[in-house]
């Protein structure tokens, strides 16, 4: 991690806490936004899934999922929910407003893991997975991906997920768009449509969610009955988003038996898990 | 900013007996051991690290939620979360010792025997400062000893008895008097107090009707506190003999001194940690200017200089 400075023998440390620089302000929906950010450290080795932590006008910061990144640019983007005072303060910032980042964190999703991959998200979940679709969609892997939100009004970046993903499926719980129900409506439309697991060994098909608790449940459920490999991504209250504070615990299992766990860190255990990891109750 | 090498202040200080080479010591509980802030800065230009607490079996800590953000500070209810004094002397200790950190270790208990035989496993080993802490509001064993002169005089007598070196109580300001506190760790046998803990305290989500940390109530920390440690710093330096590391708060070079002033011989960095994770160095580096562009040649100068109105 540290590198020795041959002239001077000090050691060199990797800064973790950069100056970013808002380059563009998108309005999603009513209460989505996207921000782009220009720190070329951060785009440069930022992988799909990992996060950011940003300075807001409260008392902590926001860690919020890497959205896209723009190597050549030396930008990435991150999408809002606005939710309170910190999630509002960042929607509203301006063009050439410069915020502390702290980032790349967290461990992100393994894309080696298959050769398939079924991507499902819901809510503010889903800003992470569009990265790890243009990931996929760069390596040239196989993939679709499903979305559930509660209505029409609620669905954001439809057309960038279209163009990351060959087959993508919207569903929604209010019944007035083409796929009625729950994200699972999307996942079994997408994947009939797709054929993506069709014929294929399960040890080369995956699934990466991230989204709301209960959905993430019924995705897990849905794989393990698959008897496809799951990966999940998980949020919980954080403080530091560095592993120095121990709040952002999640149950994480470490053996067959019920009392084979431990609680680990969203931040930096995290925020992805193995979805037999991870207890859902 | 060029600084020539007769106007740089001399940072060490002493706490007793303790030399450290600068005034500022991690905080227990928001810097774990030191393995994740190694990352980021040199662990053995830190006055110090009050490493995590250690408790005599491994606590897996609080059902999350753990934290939540208030005004000007945060709530904690981790719970203690460590590996346990075995595995503490097989892993973290050696971690410590290898990155060359001055080690103030936190113990901390349910009884009195507890503490006992923490100090007795911590004795043979290189540990140079024991910290005990006695005010952790969160673990659900009644009244913490800190809350109790006649407790805090009863636990550290009987770690004194056990523990050959410096002896530091760490004071929780979740009590009427802290200066019959301070006096009762004194009569104990400690060599210092460090204080202070987190303020105990509780947020609510109107949606849900319920607290918004799992354990209902919480460590309150951050810059919220400050006003409170500085006036309970001042207090035991004017009525209690025994030297003074203080906390609560501090985020910047100004505050360090502050807390000096008001009578501390060093002083503890936590919150601020969790914001910057290398606020250390920064305030470490801006203090070291503050003295030279203020031309004060040594740093222990300001301890209890505050002049009362």
């Known amino acids: 991690m540290t590198d020795v400075n041959q002239a001077s023998g000090a050691k060199n440390y990797p800064a973790i806490e950069h100056p970013a620089r808002v380059v563009a302000v998108r309005q999603l929906n009513e209460d989505n936004f996207m921000l782009t950010l220009a720190a070329a450290d951060i785009a440069r080795r930022a992988e799909p899934g990992q996060f950011i932590d940003i300075e807001s006008s409260t008392f902590l910061r926001r860690p919020l999922g890497i959205a896209s990144v723009d190597h050549e640019a030396g930008t990435f983007d991150i999408g809002i929910q606005v939710k309170g005072e910190g999630t509002k303060s960042l929607a509203k910032l301006e063009v050439g407003a410069v915020r502390s980042v702290l980032g790349p964190l967290g461990q992100g999703f393994d894309l080696k893991q298959a050769s398939r991959f079924l991507v499902v998200g819901g809510g503010t979940g889903v800003y992470p997975l569009l990265y790890v679709l243009e990931e996929l969609k760069r390596r040239k892997v196989e993939r679709a991906a499903a979305f559930g939100f509660r209505s029409p009004k609620h669905f954001i970046l439809e057309e960038a997920f279209h163009t990351a993903s060959s087959f993508t499926a919207f569903s929604s719980e209010s019944g007035d768009s083409a796929i009625e129900g729950n994200v699972m409506s999307a996942v079994f439309s997408v994947l009939t449509e797709s054929k993506l697991f069709d014929g294929i060994d399960k040890a080369a098909c995956a699934v990466l969610a991230c989204g709301p608790h209960p959905m993430l449940r019924a995705v897990a459920a849905w794989a393990q009955e698959e008897g496809v490999s799951c990966q999940i991504s998980l949020e919980e209250r954080m403080a530091c988003g560095i592993g120095y504070c121990r709040t952002c615990s999640c149950q994480a299992k470490h053996g067959p038996g019920p009392d084979d766990w431990n609680y680990e860190r969203v931040c930096i255990e995290g925020p992805v898990f193995p979805a037999e990891r991870v207890f859902f109750e | ?309």
């Not at chain 2, 800065?41 to 939540?68: F, H, M, Q, W, Y």
């Not at chain 2, 035989?117 to 009244?143: D, F, I, W, Y």
């Not at chain 2, 009569?187 to 509780?202: E, H, K, R, Y």
């Not at chain 2, 200017?289 to 203020?294: S, T, V, Y």
């Open chain 2, 1 to 309: 900013m060029i600084y020539h090498e007769r106007t740089l202040a001399d940072l060490s200080v002493t706490v007793g007996t303790v030399n450290l080479q600068n005034p500022l010591i991690a905080a227990s509980g928001c810097f774990g051991f030191g393995r994740e802030a190694a990352k980021f800065l040199d662990l053995s230009e830190l006055g110090g690290i009050a490493a995590k607490a250690v408790t005599r079996e491994a606590r897996c800590g609080n059902e999350p939620p753990r934290v939540a953000e208030t005004a000007s500070g945060m709530l904690n209810a981790v719970g203690l979360q460590n590996p346990g004094i075995d595995r503490y002397l097989q892993e973290e200790l050696p971690f410590m010792e290898e990155n060359g950190v001055f080690i103030i270790q936190n113990i901390a208990g349910n009884t009195v025997e507890d503490y006992v035989e923490l100090a007795r496993r911590l004795q043979p080993t290189s540990v140079p400062v024991l910290e005990m802490n006695l005010s952790c509001p969160n673990v659900k064993h009644g009244l913490s000893f800190g809350a109790d002169p006649a407790l805090v005089l009863e636990v550290t007598r009987a770690v004194r008895r056990v523990w050959d070196r410096p002896l530091w109580v760490k004071l929780t300001p979740n009590i009427t008097s802290i200066i019959e506190a301070a006096d009762a760790a004194k009569s104990g046998g400690a060599d210092a107090v460090s204080l202070i803990n987190t303020v105990l305290g509780m947020a609510i989500d109107i949606n849900s009707r319920r607290p918004v940390i799992r354990n209902n109530t919480g460590g309150l920390s951050g810059p919220a506190i400050k006003p409170i440690a500085l006036r309970m710093v001042s207090e035991i330096y004017r009525n209690v003999e025994i030297p003074i590391v203080g906390m609560g708060g501090i985020s910047s070079a100004a505050d360090v001194v502050e807390f000096l002033m008001a009578g501390a011989s060093a002083v503890q960095i936590g919150t601020a940690n969790l914001i910057h994770p290398t606020a250390m160095k920064d305030i470490l580096s801006n203090l070291r200017k503050w003295l030279a562009e203020n031309e004060i040649a040594t740093v222990r100068e300001l301890s209890g200089s505050l002049m009362l109105w």
